[in-house]
């Protein structure tokens, strides 16, 4: 099984400065078909996730674009250009390449 | 709209049974891989099973292998899951969820599933 591993996995952010999550895989999640399936979720307090970013870098619908994602093979991060309120909880990435499997979480938080 | 809602969960005995269920509307339900996501309370995100569109391909994590089965009736836009031989370590929180794009694109809103004596 491909374990997915992040970092930190708790971020206390000031208010309009750009924070960062790490991604790591323990295996490439270049699928046979050319793709690579990384997801990001937002997950806020008493929410179901929320997907932010799909194939590594895609933004979906809705999605504010101060939020991107970037990396390739076995390393890829999230980035959040400038930290809002509204960005609290809980941040995860996701492979699709081989079945799914989630990291454990990075939690952010105001500092 | 994508919709997706979530019913069946509730308190069981351990090595009972549940059936949860899942009403697809605001897309066309048939043409879209489905998944079953589960968190454990205050814990993270474990994806559970999926089915293909037409239900000929079913794929589950190790850990419900034999107890679980995922199905879909297309014509009914539902989603279903039936657990059987439930242990403590189900307890959690069961999200149906749309395949989209090599990952999970939308999400209901979860139903609690608690298992205890």
């Known amino acids: 099984d491909i374990v997915m591993t992040q970092s930190p996995l708790s971020l206390p952010v000031t208010l309009g400065q750009p924070a960062s999550i790490s991604c790591r895989s323990s295996q490439s999640l270049v699928h046979s078909d050319g793709n690579t399936y990384l997801n990001w979720f937002q997950q806020r307090p008493g929410q179901s996730p929320r997907r932010l970013i799909y194939?590594?870098?895609n933004r979906d619908s809705g999605v504010p674009d101060r939020f991107s994602g970037s990396g390739s093979g076995t390393d890829f991060t999230l980035k959040i250009s400038r930290v809002e309120a509204e960005d609290v909880g809980v941040y995860y990435c996701?492979?699709?390449?081989?079945?799914?499997?989630f990291g454990q979480g990075t939690k952010v938080e105001i500092k | 709209e994508v919709q997706l809602v979530e019913s069946g969960g509730g308190l069981v005995q351990p090595g009972g049974s549940l059936r949860l269920s899942c009403a697809a509307s605001g897309f066309t339900f048939s043409s879209y891989w489905m998944s079953w996501v589960r968190q454990a309370p205050g814990k993270g995100l474990e994806w559970v099973a999926n089915i293909k569109e037409d239900g000929s391909e079913k794929y589950y994590v190790d850990s419900v292998k034999g107890r679980f089965t995922i199905s879909r009736d297309n014509a009914k836009n539902s989603l279903y899951l039936q657990m059987n031989s439930l242990r403590a370590e189900d307890t959690a929180v069961y999200y149906c969820v749309r395949d989209q794009d090599g990952g999970l694109g939308s999400w209901g809103q979860g139903t609690l599933v608690t298992v205890s004596s």
């Open positions: 996701m492979q699709g390449t081989h079945w799914k499997t």
């Open positions: 194939k590594v870098s």
